[in-house]
């Protein structure tokens, strides 16, 4: 059935229903895409490295400084370090958002519907981690331990929309929720375990001004400008205290309001004022009276919406279309060059392979099964143990937080990271052609 047009004459959704899951669709197919710019940036960073331009790839992301400050108070890195350091602390930012909400309102708001997504995060951090240890069980090359913990839900999910319209929403959303808690089991082991030595002065600072900032939360303030602009000074703060960067990004998130400005009822009224305004500014010809109404329902129709989400939905194209694929592209250039078939046999490798690929399987799907057995968690309607399992195969994609804790476990070793990488890039490239082709034969078994 058609769509109706209401009073104002303006197209509305078909059903309360198709209203409620559309905002899930939009982020679905956001990041669908972003999954598939990703795979472009990801190709073009590798024939680059590996091209004759490979050293004009070296030396503009690794040699390349900037300086940004005024006198002596400057930061300069290099364009990498200004990549994995600043521009990842946007794209944590907006993981902290998205934790946040899933915690308030989403599928982590209570301890049922969280059981079975925080299950699989747990088993598919726990088991990959095992398999590396067992595999470099001592020495400096231990500290890659957390590189298979994670899980790109950026790629899973555009490898998942590669398989057909036939994949229930049930399983997006559920791939969703387990990669989200695996996003903040990362964020939880990346300051714990890969922090440097800490300068306390500066980690007071930046702890003091995220405080500052929960204050004007509670106080009730809604405008985002004082909470972006102290946040700056908050990552400042967290990259001179020995805290990578990005953990201020996270922190911060926290501090967003979630709460909009007008309650619902207030809202209401307000708004049939409004719209009874703009009917006699039309009837009287007054152009500047509509504009001003206008311009009151667009404050409106803003101060109704959750801060949070106001920004989660405005930074969401950004991260994905802009910053992961210049993360990619900065990140995965792996020069083959001297590196033949022993580098995929060296222990670090195959750590992240066997991590990636087989604990990944056997953690999500162990795990929930666990939970489901116990009486824990439900399985999502419509959703089999063999659909599950595919969503556990794609939890074995890794990428942007593989890549980026790769970086920071061996940030002094050129060979160790590019091995890493190469375990990362042939261990995704696998678990994402396992699970689609597992997905699409369970589709094609059920339309048969």
């Known amino acids: 059935m058609a769509g109706q047009k209401g009073n104002l004459g303006i197209q509305r959704e078909r059903s309360p229903v198709q209203a409620m899951v559309r905002p899930i669709r939009d982020f679905l197919q956001l990041e669908a895409a972003g ?62 958002l998205e934790i946040k909400r899933e915690l308030l ?12 997504p925080v299950a699989a995060a747990l088993g598919g951090m726990v088991l990959p981690a095992v398999f590396y240890i067992l595999l470099n069980p001592s020495g400096d090359a231990q500290a890659g331990w957390g590189i298979p913990m994670a899980t790109d839900i950026a790629f899973a999910l555009g ?22 808690v695996d996003d903040l089991g990362a964020v939880l082991v990346i300051a714990l375990f890969y922090t440097e030595q800490l300068s306390f002065v500066a980690l007071g600072i930046g702890l003091g001004v995220l405080a500052f900032l929960f204050l004007l939360n509670k106080m009730g303030v809604r405008s985002l400008v004082p909470y ?39 809202i209401g009224q307000a708004g049939l004022n409004l719209v009874k305004q703009h009917s006699e500014s039309l009837e009287a010809g007054d152009e500047g009276g509509r504009h001003g109404v206008l311009t ?25 279309y ?49 939970a489901v057995k116990a009486g824990w968690a439900d399985l999502p309607k419509g959703v089999g143990w063999s659909m599950l399992y595919g969503a556990a195969t794609l939890g074995g994609v890794g990428f942007t937080m593989s890549l980026f804790l790769a970086g920071l476990a061996f940030e002094g070793s050129e060979s160790w990271l590019d091995i890493s990488k190469m375990g990362i890039l042939l261990a995704s490239a696998i678990s994402g052609l396992w699970g689609w082709a597992w997905l ?9």
């Open 296 to 320: 009151h329902l667009h404050q409106l129709a803003r101060g109704g919406q959750s801060t949070l989400v106001y920004l989660e939905n405005t930074l969401h194209p950004f991260v994905m």
């Open 228 to 266: 972006l602009l102290v946040g700056v000074v908050a990552w400042v703060a967290f990259l001179e205290s020995g805290v990578h960067a990005t953990i201020a990004g996270v922190l911060l998130a926290f501090t967003i309001p979630h709460r909009p400005t007008f309650k619902v009822g207030e």
């Open 35 to 96: 999954g598939l710019l990703l795979l472009a940036a990801t190709a073009v960073a590798l024939i680059w490295a590996n091209s004759p331009g490979g050293d004009l790839y070296l030396k503009l992301f690794k040699k390349t400084y900037i300086s940004i400050g005024i006198g002596d108070a400057k930061i300069a890195m290099s364009f990498l370090h200004w990549i994995n350091d600043a521009l990842m602390a946007v794209f944590f930012l907006l993981v902290g």
């Open 322 to 370: 802009v910053i992961m694929p210049i993360f990619a592209l900065g990140n995965a250039g792996v020069r083959f060059e001297g590196m033949g078939a022993s580098a995929l046999a060296d222990p670090i490798a195959l750590g992240i392979v066997l991590g990636l690929v087989v604990g990944k399987q056997v953690g999500i799907v162990g795990f929930s099964w666990i």
């Open 105 to 116: 309102t989403g599928e982590l708001s209570s301890a049922r519907k969280a059981a079975l």
């Open 159 to 180: 490898i998942l929309t590669l398989v057909g319209r036939g994949v229930p929403i049930a399983l997006k959303v559920f791939l969703v929720a387990f990669a989200i």
């Open 440 to 448: 699409r034969r369970g589709q094609r078994s059920v339309t048969e």
